[in-house]
């Protein structure tokens, strides 16, 4: 019924449906999106918070009497090989990963839009030479790269991970939102609005980007599970974050210590595994929905 | 066809250039020199060691530097590991042939799990069976190669010991040669590949469920399907023959994938590959190896994605370069 009444007023007013409104349909009419939706938002409201609430000393507190120590009651997770209680370091692990790959799926949907954006509207050679730099990046082992340089970095953090991982993936959104962007251009819309005499950049930001916008923030739901996979194998490699910053990744390459005995001391790895494969998919979940939305021949709702 | 490769290959050219200097600058930038893994610095003199520096142009300007390595590069030469004492050509191709037949056998599992289930997908969409896939590519996205290492290794490996965990070949099997040493070799990959091929199938199941699903729609089947062709028919010789075109040419990206993924999963499996050489070659400070690593993968990708769009441009005529 409120379907009903939302296309008939839309259909009133004369204008199509906003892009947020469809995904809000779309969402609404995919169970298993909407689950994720709200199970995610709590997931990551606590995560939050608790990460807040821990005491910052506590993150680092070692007890060597409980190296790979067992659950028991007020540790329920157990001691990590470091004897580092192991529920403050998931959380605290889990906050991490998820802002520092929000940070670096932000940063290369910024940049990579912009340059996409120009390159798609001006075409001719500033996009030839845009494309020609992106194919360059596209064809780097972008990995072994970032390994590289993050053991060529002296003294590096946090912050210094983000804008490495941020300048080897913004070929992806720029390759994305150029294509976009070229079919745009052509359309009557953009030549109407040129021989009207509205100057490049109003048309740019103001006309083709909201038409774009949806690819966008689908690109960047997506983008983020990916880059936590990326973030994770960086640290379980050793190459990611700091030792001192816990990760869940980090959490993974403890595992690889236990060796035969991975299973009988689970609550070292398990809990973070899960912990990504849960987000992960929830991520996916929702970005899929908003994918469905963008394409009107997908959408279910 | 052949005007094609060719134009491609040129582009390569300028791109392949552009790459081997920024690969030498940052191998600038890394620690040590030609020396460091022939000379020990406790038995030499800091003197002797300035005059043989001078003496292999150490000091020269960085284009004269850039020239020899890549001259020497292009010839095979990537100068000597600073850890094993022995040219990087030589560590490299010990190394090569583990990665090749690991990543085929990867690439050969990814087509073999992820065709007959797009088919199915596509066949039966919104049915059961497709939905039972489309879960399982969802997990499969959203399962890092780590992630699912770590589920495999203790069933597999440890509780049911069905594969051994780490190396490449069994020390017994390898003196006994031929068929024991292949089997073993066979036995030591499989859970590995299984690890990468069943993470990477997502993306190609979901490509031929949708192309199959549009091709449902398309005139040529409503065509075909008002002549009265049997549903068998349609599906066998319009459908599939049409929305496996593209997926022919996904090999080249699949290789490309397989061999970025090789980092990892050489390094979870303890896999003597070239993947495995790169991690412990960064920890160990031994960067001419690395060096010569990245620059080698960085051909073997841009082979993968050319090899791609031959095989397209083979298989399906109708794309020509504009």
Redesign the interface.
């Known amino acids: 019924m409120t379907e009903f009444s939302e296309m008939t007023q839309t259909a009133e007013s004369g204008r199509p449906p906003s892009f947020f409104r469809i995904c809000r349909r779309e969402i609404w009419s995919d169970k298993f999106a909407f689950i994720s939706l709200v199970f995610l938002v709590i997931l990551f409201l606590y995560i939050f918070i608790a990460a807040s609430q821990v005491d910052p000393d506590g993150v680092v507190r070692v007890n060597l009497r409980k190296i790979n120590g067992s659950p028991e009651p007020g540790h329920l997770l157990g001691f990590d090989p470091s004897g580092r209680d192991m529920y403050t370091q998931l959380i605290v692990g889990a906050r991490n990963s998820v802002s520092i790959a929000a940070g670096i799926a932000a940063i290369c949907c910024i940049f990579g839009t912009l340059i996409g954006l120009f390159a798609g509207f001006f075409g001719g050679w500033v996009d030839n030479i845009v494309m020609?730099v992106v194919?360059?990046f596209s064809?780097?082992?972008?990995?072994?790269?970032v390994?590289?340089?993050v053991?060529?970095i002296p003294s590096y953090t946090v912050i210094t991970l983000v804008w490495v991982l941020a300048a080897f993936y913004w070929m992806f959104d720029a390759r994305l939102t150029r294509a976009k962007t070229l079919q745009q251009s052509n359309l009557d819309y953009v030549s109407a609005a040129k021989t009207l005499g509205t100057p490049n950049w109003k048309i740019m930001f103001t006309q083709v980007l909201p038409n774009i916008a949806s690819i966008v923030i689908v690109n960047l739901t997506l983008n983020l599970?990916g880059l936590m996979?990326v973030e994770?194998?960086l640290t379980?490699?050793?190459?990611g974050l700091p030792f001192s910053s816990p990760s869940l990744?980090a959490h993974?390459a403890n595992?690889?210590t236990l060796g035969?005995l991975?299973?009988t001391r689970w609550w070292i790895?398990l809990p973070s595994?899960l912990l990504?494969?849960i987000m992960?998919?929830c991520?996916?979940?929702i970005g899929?929905a908003f994918k469905r939305a963008a394409d009107a021949r997908q959408r279910i709702g | 066809m052949w005007k094609t490769i060719v134009r491609r290959i040129l582009i390569l050219i300028p791109q392949m250039f552009v790459l081997s200097v920024f690969l030498f600058l940052l191998a600038e930038r890394m620690p040590g020199d030609a020396l460091t893994g022939m000379i020990d610095p406790t038995t030499t003199r800091p003197e002797r060691l300035e005059e043989l520096r001078h003496q292999y142009g150490f000091y020269d300007p960085w284009h004269v530097k850039y020239t020899r390595w890549i001259g020497n590069a292009v010839r095979g030469d990537f100068g000597r590991s600073f850890y094993h004492k022995l040219p990087v050509t030589r560590i490299i191709a010990d190394r090569a042939a583990n990665t090749f037949w690991l990543g085929l056998l990867t690439v050969l599992l990814i087509y073999l799990i992820a065709i007959p289930l797009g088919i199915t997908s596509g066949r039966f969409h919104d049915k059961p069976p497709d939905r039972a896939i489309s879960f399982y590519s969802y997990f499969a996205m959203a399962t890092p190669t780590i992630v699912l290492a770590l589920f495999l290794i203790p069933l597999f490996a440890f509780r049911l010991g069905w594969f051994p965990f780490g190396g490449s070949v069994d020390p017994r099997a390898f003196s006994q040669g031929g068929i024991h040493y292949f089997l073993s070799r066979l036995h030591h990959m499989l859970l590995p590949a299984m690890t990468a091929a069943l993470v990477s199938t997502a993306y190609i199941i979901q490509y031929l469920r949708s192309e199959i699903v549009d091709y449902e729609q398309s005139d040529f089947v409503t065509t075909a399907r008002s002549k009265g062709v049997p549903q068998r028919q349609i599906y066998s010789r319009h459908i599939f023959r049409n929305a496996l075109i593209p997926v022919a040419s996904f090999v080249g990206y699949s290789i490309t994938g397989v061999l970025s993924g090789s980092v990892l999963l050489e390094t979870i499996y303890s896999y003597p590959g070239m993947g495995e050489l790169f991690v412990s070659s960064i920890t160990l400070r031994d960067y001419p190896v690395a060096n010569a690593l990245i620059l080698l993968f960085a051909v073997l990708v841009v082979t993968g994605t050319l090899l791609s769009d031959i095989i397209l441009r083979i298989v399906d005529p109708r794309l020509k370069i504009k």
Do not use: H, K
Request: aromatic share 12%; net charge positive; hydrophobic share 70%.
């Open positions: 020609r194919d360059f064809m780097l082992p972008i990995l072994m790269i390994i590289v340089i053991s060529l599970a996979g994770t194998g379980f490699l050793g190459f990744g993974l595992a690889r035969p991975l299973m790895w595994a990504i494969v992960m998919l991520i996916n979940f899929q």
